[in-house]
């Protein structure tokens, strides 16, 4: 069978990804085929519905279907680290991965959440962490994300209040360990934490789900913030969170949480692809998207 020179010249297509349960609702894919589209580069980005489960036999068949990187997401952010032969300083730290590219046949993995969070910070509000006092709302698998990368970037305090206390003093403990010029402390999240803490805060973020779909905060004291802080939130659906809107009100600079989104994603894109994200294309995606 002779092949005609049109489909002989068509560049060979790698595929991108992302493995997740449930994963139907990932604004990935619009993300990124976007960009890929825009720059005309010969990859596609398919989400994957993988279980736990199936999660080895995934790695078995990933590269015979010329799949050379991925993004993780819940629940496999740390499961996935078995299957990995290297694995970036800062993924170690955070002890999960959120991409997943290939060099020579070999899997590695990277964390780009926390730097993702960090860009959209200092690009929207030019904050710098370093010598800075950062509370934190929760100490799930988000708040350690954006703890490494602030840590990374010494500032001077960090204090995590969150519903179940203990899990903030593990965190804040474990941190400590690893970081022993910086402040960590861990208290409830209740009103009196808030009083105690505001006053001196020049960052609050919320990693907790609460603002997802028009959920709130239980009575949180914003008015107890310096004028100067910034709120910022990592959920991203509503665009602008009911805590986001309280702090706007309050005359207080806010940063909401689809940057996040967009910036990890913009670095993992760079990982694979070696091009520059085109972050505009990349944001109106996602911004249609939702
Ligand atoms: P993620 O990976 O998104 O961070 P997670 O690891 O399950 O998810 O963490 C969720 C965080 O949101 C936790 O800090 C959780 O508090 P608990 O440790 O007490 O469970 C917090 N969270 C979720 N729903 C909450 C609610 N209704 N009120 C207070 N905190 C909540």
Redesign the pocket.
């Known amino acids: 069978m002779k092949t005609s020179n049109k489909l002989k010249n068509t560049p060979k297509i790698s595929l991108l990804g992302i493995i997740g349960d449930p994963i139907k609702h990932s604004l990935s894919p619009a993300m990124h085929n976007a960009a890929l589209e825009k720059l005309a580069l010969p990859y596609a980005y398919l989400p994957f519905q993988v279980s736990s489960k199936e999660l080895k036999s995934f790695f078995l068949k990933a590269k015979k279907w010329n799949l050379v990187g991925f993004n993780v997401t819940?629940p496999h952010?740390e499961a996935v680290l078995l299957f990995l032969k290297k694995i970036s300083p800062e993924a170690k730290l955070m002890g999960a991965v959120n991409t997943i590219y290939q060099k020579k046949g070999v899997w590695y993995g990277d964390n780009t959440d926390g730097r993702g969070y960090l860009t959209s910070l200092s690009t929207e509000t030019k904050f710098h962490p370093r010598g800075k006092r950062i509370v934190i709302?929760?100490?799930?698998?988000?708040?350690?994300a954006v703890i490494c990368s602030l840590a990374l970037k010494s500032p001077r305090a960090i204090i995590l209040l969150?519903?179940?206390e203990e899990?903030?003093s593990a965190l804040a403990q474990e941190f400590s360990n690893k970081f022993k010029k910086i402040h960590f402390e861990a208290l409830p999240?209740e009103k009196e934490s808030c009083q105690i803490v505001f006053p001196d805060t020049h960052l609050l973020i919320n990693?907790?789900?609460?603002g997802l779909n028009g959920?709130h905060?239980d009575k949180l004291p914003l008015k107890h913030l310096p004028k100067t802080a910034i709120v910022s939130d990592?959920v991203y659906r509503p665009l602008k969170t009911k805590l986001l809107k309280q702090a706007e009100k309050l005359g207080l600079k806010i940063h909401p949480g689809i940057g996040m989104l967009l910036h990890q994603g913009a670095l993992a894109f760079k990982l694979w692809t070696h091009h520059q994200p085109p972050l505009k294309i990349m944001q109106k995606a996602l911004l249609d998207a939702l």
């Open positions: 819940i952010k709302l929760g100490a799930g698998g988000a708040a350690r969150n519903r179940t899990k903030a999240l990693t907790t789900s609460i959920t905060f990592l």
